[in-house]
């Protein structure tokens, strides 16, 4: 007989992590559910914030009905100090900042791991679209899921070996309609709540709106350029854009306008056509290859530099240990600094980094 | 292995003769015991039986019960009953509580200060959290509205020197209220030459059920009615009586009088091996309220460096239902103000404990919770 093994379920209260927990019921594991209360700036009941009581009752919900017993843990603290604080200086700083990403690579598989292991948790299971195969010497590889439109690898690509040797992603194989069936197959209450959209901690007005209310310093407005130093008018703070962004900038041009650059030290905004939106490589920092070490570079490996972003043909040279730099096979348009940048070989998480700068010909 | 219950302080199971009791008043009996017709009429027969034998058993001559929805509205009855008979622009306080009190008091208290303006002074306590008469009396003056002392804590199981806070009210010719909900579950209550005013007891901290209890009060305390309805409970409690609650309330009580010595006796062997070994085996951990005044079924600890609800999480893992200080399922960790009013500071405060046995707990049980419990907490400062 299989030793019966102890598993924590992070709960949300959504239909994945529910789903998640209920195929581990179904496989015989010994079943935990934990809910992280992770800090909001304003604990509404507006849904998919995931610290709402509504969020709670559901996932207890779940808990009772699958017969498992389920806590919810305080976290705020650490998700203020971690997440959130960050998330709001990378912001000043003209980053866009993704903080799901260090989110599940400091809270989740940090903070709650040692939670989970502490508690005698053998595994910590989450409804995670990602895949992880063990090979033959015992390492570790992270998968993209077989869901492409719910993959979920590039915010799963900080965790290291420990934390993969210690998680089980029981959705990867999955469609995300599938799940929805399996909901139903279960009876879950859950099954047709729509997924969750915005970051978690930010409200329900949107980044931006939660940015500018906790006084982001640099939404104060300044002018709009264009590469010739031309003024074009007035922006609203630089908060408010991305590199990339058309919407909310100017309209009245023959063609539309895209932010290219933001000048935090002038507070101006550079904007151009879509032809001047060519990047042609990026440099990373703070490097995490899965496998621990770094891979021979002398391959052609994919990129994401955004969750949404179409993988792109790269090569990679070292910077230093921990930075790099990647040239892309063809200019792309959506690079940004402080989002991620997501090393594929195929199907495989090879590694990632946050994006320090983007290079371009244009400007 | 089977799950280990300990949190009678929580509840308490049904017993199952009262559960017997209770059930023909659900299909057979059902009648509203405020109907003229017969039906009626043995409804109204059985709540008024129960109300005689509990006050019987209270030995309360000179009382009158009013059957409530449990521990929380009594509390609310008396404190709202009373507070609000008087006028509100005096310049005495309307009410005096413990800083030790239940949250059905202490809420109620603070409402009553936030949304009516009403003056609510607060005691004293030591480190056990007992009330200081001494405190009491030099807070005391006639004008006082009420007084309202927990009998037994729910927290940490110190008993308050009830009669006496009652004898110097009475002196005064202030009325006094206590939260009798725990100490009910265990002590022998006399009324009848006491001093009390008003007490609140609900029936399922005595393996009676839940969503029945009482507020019994002196013959001639007038109490403004919160709950306005049919009429019943003369007038103070509207609202069509429970009446298999209240027979299961009356069936739970007898019994408990019945047993109440030998359960006390077996709960008090099991509570001071739990308090003695904790002390022994655990280092940096303190008992929690009197060492010897408190609730026959009671242990309370906190533990340096551990987190209560943590705590409460991995024993009900291993198989042990417990409780912190500050009960929260919601993950929203406060120290627990009664905590802090007996002087415990706040990182400290946050690692409580609470283990509280009752009639179905085994020595073997408690054996096997006090062999988990030194590696658990270990465990968990191991983890910081």
Known sequence: MVECKNVVVAMSGGVDSSVAAALMVENGYNVTGLMLKLWTSECDHEANACCTPESISLAREVATQLGFPFYVIDTKEVFKQVVVDHFIQASQQGRTPNPCYLCNQKIRWGFLLDKATTLGADFLVTGHYGQIKKDTENHFHLFKANDPKKDQSYVLSGLNQEQLSKTLFPLGKYLKSEVRDLADSYSLRVARKPDSQDLCFVGSHGYRSFLNSIGSETAINGLIRNQDGVVLGEHTGLTNFTIGQRKGILSGFKDPLYVLKKDMDKNELIVGGSDLLNFTGITFSEANWIAGTVPDLNQNFDIKVRYKANPVNVRIVAIDEKSFRADFEYPIRDATPGQIAVIYLNNEVIGSGIIETVLCEGI | ?384
């Open chain 2, 1 to 384: 292995m089977d799950k280990v219950y300990l949190d009678y302080a929580a509840t308490t199971p049904l017993d199952s003769e009262v559960l017997t009791q209770m059930l023909p008043f659900f299909c057979d009996n059902y009648g509203n015991p405020s109907s003229v017709h017969y039906f009626g009429q043995i409804a109204e027969g059985a709540v008024e039986n129960a109300r005689e034998s509990i006050l019987r058993l209270l030995d309360a001559k000179g009382y009158e019960l009013v059957f409530t929805s449990g521990g929380t509205e009594s509390d609310n009855l008396a404190l709202r009953g009373i507070v609000n008979s008087q006028n509100n622009d005096r310049n005495e306080f309307d009410l005096i509580i413990s800083p030790v009190e239940h949250p059905a008091i202490d809420r109620t208290a603070n409402s009553l200060e936030a949304r009516e303006n009403r003056k609510i002074n607060k005691l004293r306590v030591d480190k056990y959290g007992m009330v200081e008469i001494d405190d009491l009396t030099s807070r005391l003056t006639p004008g006082v509205s009420l007084v309202s002392v927990i009998y037994a804590n729910n927290e940490i199981g110190t008993i308050n020197p009830v009669e006496k806070i009652a004898k110097e009210c009475s002196k005064r010719g202030v009325l006094f209220h206590t939260d009798a909900v725990q100490a009910a579950a265990h002590l022998k209550i006399s009324l009848t030459n006491s001093n009390i005013s008003l007490f609140s007891i609900g029936a399922h901290k005595f393996y009676g059920p839940k969503g029945v209890g009482a507020l019994i009060k002196k013959k001639g305390v007038d109490i403004i009615p919160h709950n306005s309805g049919g009429g019943q409970e003369n007038g103070i409690r509207g609202g069509t009586h429970n009446v298999p609650g209240i027979v299961g309330f009356q069936r739970a009580f007898e019994k408990l009088d019945e047993k109440r010595d030998i359960l006390f006796k077996k709960n008090m062997l099991l509570r001071d091996l739990i308090i003695e070994n904790v002390l022994r085996t655990i280092p940096d951990t303190y008992l929690t309220g009197h060492p010897t005044e408190r609730l026959p079924n009671h242990a309370s600890f906190v533990f340096d460096g551990v987190k209560g609800n943590d705590l409460v999480i991995a024993l009900d893992m291993a198989g042990f239902a417990v409780s912190s200080g500050s009960a929260c399922k919601v993950g929203n960790p406060a120290p627990s103000e009664v905590l802090l009013a007996i002087g415990i500071p706040d990182n400290l405060a946050l690692g409580a404990l609470r283990i509280t046995v009752g009639n179905k707990t085994s020595q073997e049980d408690v054996t096997r919770f006090l062999a988990v419990l030194p590696k658990t907490v270990s465990n968990l400062r191991k983890s910081k």
